[in-house]
């Protein structure tokens, strides 16, 4: 019990600006590793994140119970429940895709354990780069059962359509408008509409990275342009500079994907 409540309490000192909470860094640690993971198309991207978002709803739910002594965030602490649900079936949703993409002839390549060379090498963090490897054959958002040898179990991207694009816009700003007086008469932190934005955004990104969409990279960045100086002005130092970070990420993912997608297509 004693180490439970430490890691619930712990802080890092910052001088004269508000200390860091251990949680919060730990949760971001962890986001970071999804985030890469689904760069790499990773099915154990979502586990990992789950644990982040479940270590950071500690944290946002524990504004609410601090009796002032941090800003109340009830979009970031909301979305973390959001992340958990979401995740849980976009989880499944990359399992199933992965299993339906490994090779039929696998039990033809596989190493002293009976274990598949691409499997293996993915069990030991991988070295290959992605690009390298074959992603399936994708018809339309659903693949293919792949022939190869050596395919690879990451997911195949997909772009959205110009419908589902008008469709994810149009959330955005009606989900934004219409949350943003909830949280204000919740008490959240100004400016609220800030709040609403990100964790509005947040949804549709993680749906979009279930969907295998190209587009959520971009949705991310759009999130992280408005909470980077939220969460600064709240004093959640931390996710702030890992908002920073996820900025460069997300774009560097987003060309990632791209490129693999191209590929995919000009192997047709």
Same mark, same amino acid.
């Given at each position: 019990m004693d180490s439970i409540s430490w890691l619930y309490n712990a802080t890092i000192p910052l001088g004269d600006l508000k200390p860091l909470?251990?949680?919060?860094?730990?949760?971001?640690?962890?986001?970071?590793?999804?985030?890469?993971?689904?760069?790499?198309?990773?099915v154990w991207a979502w586990p990992v994140g789950i644990i982040g978002n479940a270590l950071l709803f500690s944290v946002f739910l524990g504004a609410i119970l601090s009796h002032g002594e941090a800003a109340t965030l009830l979009g970031q602490a909301g979305r973390q429940i959001m992340f958990i649900a979401v995740s849980i079936w976009g989880w499944r949703q990359w399992h199933q895709s992965s299993r339906q993409r490994r090779?039929?002839?696998?039990?033809?390549?596989?190493? %002293?354990?009976?274990? *598949? &060379?691409?499997?293996? =090498?993915?069990?030991v963090g991988q070295a290959v780069s992605t690009d390298r490897l074959r992603v399936g054959t994708p018809t339309g958002a659903d693949a293919e059962h792949s022939t190869k040898p050596h395919g690879e179990a990451g997911v195949s991207p997909v772009w959205a359509t110009a419908r589902q694009r008008a469709v994810l816009v149009t959330l955005m700003v009606v989900g934004t408008i219409a949350l943003t007086p909830l949280f204000r008469l919740l008490g959240s932190y100004e400016p609220v509409w800030a709040d609403a934005w990100?964790?509005?955004?947040?949804?549709?990104?993680?749906?979009?990275?279930?969907?295998?969409?190209?587009?959520?990279?971009?949705?991310?960045?759009?999130?992280d342009v408005v909470?980077? %100086?939220?969460?600064? *002005? &709240?004093?959640?130092? =931390?996710?702030?500079?890992?908002?920073?970070f996820y900025g460069v990420f997300t774009l560097t993912g987003f060309f990632v994907w791209r490129r693999v997608d191209r590929r995919r297509r000009l192997s047709h």
């Open positions: 909470v251990l949680r919060e860094v730990v949760g971001n640690v962890f986001g970071l590793a999804s985030a890469l993971g689904g760069m790499r198309r990773r090779p039929a002839s696998a039990s033809a390549e596989t190493g %002293p354990s009976g274990t *598949s &060379a691409a499997e293996a =090498a993915s069990l990100t964790f509005v955004g947040s949804l549709l990104a993680t749906y979009g990275m279930a969907r295998r969409w190209v587009e959520f990279w971009l949705i991310w960045v759009a999130v909470g980077v %100086p939220l969460l600064l *002005s &709240a004093g959640y130092y =931390a996710t702030a500079v890992m908002y920073i």
